[in-house]
């Protein structure tokens, strides 16, 4: 660069380039420059060109291309390049017909404004034309929702001594499924069966005597079961008269107990708990059951343990009771003493 002292940027720049038999075009095709900007740099005619930062970004691609230390030729030609940017025209002293006769600041602005106008746009035109096919998904859905809680009445049962009754569903934990009722029984899933034994009087707030009917603040206590099997269960809840029936594989039995609860189960490898955040846990896993009378026994609280030594009094082992198979009514739990 021994001329630079005598020679342009723009004068400098197409002699290196005629130096190296490179056309304008070829400059232009490879840096994505108009030919219109970089025939304006080679003429240093800095009143067609954009602001000054632009200027730098095209002349540094200008001379990686044909060759030269872009850095050293924006050092060298910096006091130059400040000079002429003087000449570019601004909004405010009344020259036109420029894409960049704003201020950086101003087209910036602009750009801001153009884009949040067309999120705005967009967004108001698929309100609108989604909004219908919205609200008719909606109401389809509202429509299936309360199809759903339609359920026809129960025909008579000719059987003056077993009224037709329904208990409020159980509340199982989300990772126990609670199989839904036959549409032929809408009898609760551990509901006593009539036999020729003296009428069991239960409360209708309360028909399997789990606790059902107690007020939130009175839960001291909350046990869920689910039967991994079919297994025969027996508990009784505080004073509540004592139950005995066939928990059926996947059913789930909740207990909530004011003051006590104790359980126990025909075959204890087959049933799984969850008490006090514990979840799934085997009855013969729990550390705190204790065998009674030859049966596998839970107390809760546990410190019942140690001053009850029969929790079932006049009954016989629960322990490997015979299971019937299912009858043809979903296999309704069968009380016995």
Not at 55 to 79: P, Q
Not at 80 to 96: C, I, N, Q, T, Y
Request: glycine share 6%.
């Amino acid at each position: 660069m021994s001329e630079e002292g005598k020679l342009t940027l723009g004068q400098f720049l197409r002699q290196e380039r005629e130096r190296r038999s490179v056309s304008i075009e070829q400059v232009s095709a490879a840096t994505k420059i108009s030919v219109r900007i970089l025939d304006a740099i080679e003429g240093d005619r800095y009143r067609e060109l954009p602001a000054k930062p632009f200027v730098r970004g095209f002349v540094g691609a200008y001379c990686r291309f044909i060759g030269l230390d872009s850095k050293e030729v924006l050092i060298t030609f910096g006091d130059f390049m400040d000079s002429k940017a003087g000449e570019r025209p601004v909004l405010d002293s009344g020259h036109s017909g420029y894409a960049f006769e704003r201020r950086e600041t101003e087209q910036s602005h602009v750009a801001l404004w153009v884009v949040m106008a067309s999120f705005l746009f967009i967004g108001t035109a698929t309100i609108y034309f989604l909004r219908p096919s919205l609200i008719k998904q909606k109401s389809s859905h509202l429509e299936k929702l309360r199809a759903a809680h339609i359920v026809k009445s129960p025909s008579p049962v000719g059987n003056p001594v077993s009224p037709i009754m329904v208990m409020p569903s159980l509340s199982p934990l989300p990772d126990f499924p609670v199989l839904p009722l036959p549409s032929l029984s809408p009898i609760a899933l551990a509901s006593p069966v009539v036999s020729s034994a003296p009428l069991l009087v239960v409360s209708t707030e309360d028909p399997l005597n789990s606790g059902l009917d107690l007020k939130k603040e009175e839960i001291h206590h909350k046990v869920i079961f689910k039967a991994i099997d079919d297994v025969w269960v027996r508990y009784k809840v505080d004073d509540k008269k004592q139950m005995k029936f066939i928990l059926r594989k996947d059913r789930v039995l909740v207990l909530r107990g004011r003051e006590a609860i104790r359980f126990q189960a025909s075959d204890p490898s087959r049933v799984s708990l969850s008490y006090g955040g514990q979840f799934g846990k085997l009855m013969t896993d729990e550390s705190s059951a204790v065998t009674l009378n030859g049966d596998l026994t839970l107390f809760f609280p546990s410190q019942l343990a140690e001053t009850i030594k029969d929790p079932f009094p006049g009954t016989r082992s629960i322990f490997s009771a015979d299971i019937p198979p299912s009858a043809n009514r979903d296999s309704l739990p069968t009380q016995r003493q």
